[in-house]
Nanobody, 114 residues
Framework: QVRLVESGGGLVQAGGSLRLSCAAS????????MGWFRQSPEKQRELVAR???????WYKDSVKGRFSVSTDYAKDVVYLQMNSLKPEDTAVYYC????????WGQGTQVTVSS
């Protein structure tokens, strides 16, 4: 059974950094592209970053230049390095394939204070 587990969230001041991790159990990422999503109470879940198996990266405009996605396929872990965090980045962050292949995990809360 596939299970995604996100971690690394927390409370940080604006301008700070966090590194999120997403580990998979019950499956392997293999050659799948992977993405990071976020959801806040005011918005629907949105894709903010994705990476392909050839390491092509895409970022939502609002996080471009501040967030960086990477993978360790050998360990089945996906990372999201978040720098220069802003209050509007506050959300629950999730990982999944860009087309949401796997069941959603619980996510990890990121709260950025001003």
């Amino acid at each position: 059974q596939v299970r995604l587990v996100e971690s690394g969230g927390g409370l940080v001041q604006a301008g700070g950094s966090l590194r999120l991790s997403c580990a998979a159990s019950g499956t392997i990422f293999g050659a799948r592209p992977m993405g990071w999503f976020r959801q806040s109470p005011e918005k629907q879940r949105e894709l903010v970053a994705r990476i392909s198996n050839s390491d092509n990266e895409w970022y939502k405009d609002s996080v471009k230049g501040r967030f960086s996605v990477s993978t360790d396929y050998a360990k089945d872990v996906v990372y999201l390095q978040m720098n220069s965090l802003k209050p509007e980045d506050t959300a629950v962050y999730y990982c999944n394939t860009p087309d949401s292949t796997f069941p959603w995990g619980q996510g990890t809360q990121v709260t950025v204070s001003s």
